[in-house]
């Protein structure tokens, strides 16, 4: 059966980088990149990006999904090359889409300004320094799809369509634009950590690795959800071609994401909107991995994108969720095997609880996780 959607989960450390295709029969493979993991992904992201056929390099849309150095920081060394130059398109929600005011798509890119210095602010600020220039003197396109404007909901449960000519249809289901906006007041603090690359102290923590003998405990434990304010302005994605569909969680909310597949369910008459692969929000945070997300698109794969650096990601409470209220027999995708996530692929556990985990081959790590959902009538 030919394949719809193309997903491979490159290993990016702590952070994300993550290479969309939707090949079409007798026409051109659309592309999506969706950021470039923490600085030190770049080389094995330029590796995967110059291996395309250089007469079909192009990457139809590239998305910055939020200011967290763990995807932004392979990014910046991508936009100072000349493969940035190959993309139709980025979607990045910058200081200017933060803007107070009517809600909705009218705040859209100043004259003049661009997604580099949007970026890196002003070339002369001590945030820019160590960064290269780009190789290209284009102007990047930036947020087209969206007339220029932000890219979000509008309100909770909202939703917005994309829809590519021969190509997928992509709905945005996060941030909303209240979410969006928190962020205003934060940016320069925001920006300036992600761009320092501050990873705080818990990596110094050791990784105690409880037991899993009761998945349900640990599933009803009643904790935080997440409060990051960059995480909560996530651009979180449904990709949806040829009859396959994938939710990219990015590091959105759970209880965002979960309206907003709940709100294009409810446009198509259903309760519920089932999916073939859902990417965990957050490297599967049990702060975001929420039992109402899971319940709002049920999914037969769940991508997790960490290697556990720093954070001790993917948390057990987030996985036992997927585990035990996902549709019978569900796959977990793990980018990299570790001890954290090996424990998951116990021959015992997967037989008491039916789900199977999947991990890089060990003799090409280097390309991480590699997904193909098959086309559908």
């Known amino acids: 059966m030919p394949t719809a959607i193309h997903v491979e989960v490159l290993p990016a450390r702590l952070g994300d980088c993550l290479l969309v295709e939707c090949p079409s029969p007798g026409g051109p493979t659309w592309r999506m990149l969706v950021d470039g993991g923490p600085p030190d992904t770049w080389p094995l992201l330029e590796a995967r990006l110059r291996r395309l056929d250089p007469a079909d390099r192009h990457i139809d849309v590239a998305v910055v999904t939020h200011i967290d150095n763990d995807h932004i920081g392979g990014m910046l060394a991508f936009l100072a090359s000349d493969l940035a130059a190959d993309v139709r398109d980025f979607w990045f929600n910058g200081r200017t889409h933060l803007a107070e005011g009517s809600p909705g798509r009218s705040r859209s890119v100043d004259q003049g300004e661009s997604l580099v210095a949007a970026l890196l602010g002003p070339l002369d600020d001590p945030l820019a320094a160590g960064v290269a220039a780009p190789s290209h003197d284009r102007t990047l396109p930036w947020n087209t799809a969206f007339h220029g404007g932000p890219v979000e909901t509008g309100a909770s449960g909202g939703f917005f369509e994309v829809a590519v000519p021969g190509g997928p249809t992509i709905t945005v289901l996060s941030p909303t634009t209240r979410r969006l906006a928190r962020l205003a007041d934060t940016w320069s603090a925001s920006l300036r950590e992600a761009l320092h690359g501050q990873e705080r102290d818990r990596g110094a923590e050791l990784d105690v690795l409880g037991p899993l003998d009761d998945l349900q405990h640990l599933a009803d434990e009643r904790l935080p959800q997440d409060s990051s304010v960059p995480n909560g302005s996530s651009i979180a994605l449904l990709v949806e071609h040829r009859g396959a569909s994938i939710v990219l969680g990015a590091d959105a909310y759970g209880s965002v994401l979960a309206a907003g597949l ?19 929000p957050h490297h599967a945070s049990r702060a975001n991995v929420v039992k109402g997300l899971v319940a709002a698109a049920p999914a037969s794969h769940y991508l997790v994108s960490t290697n556990g650096d720093v954070f001790h990601h993917p948390d057990d409470a987030a996985l036992a969720r997927v585990v035990l209220d996902a549709p019978a027999g569900p796959t977990l995708w793990f980018n990299y095997r570790t001890p954290r996530t090996e424990r998951w692929g116990d021959p015992a556990l997967t037989e008491r609880h039916g789900h199977r985990a999947t991990y890089p081959d060990p003799g090409h790590a280097e390309a991480g996780i590699v997904l193909d959902l098959p086309a559908r009538p």
């Open 262 to 280: 709940h709100g294009v369910a409810r446009a198509r008459g259903a309760q519920t909107l089932p999916v073939d692969a859902l990417k965990l």
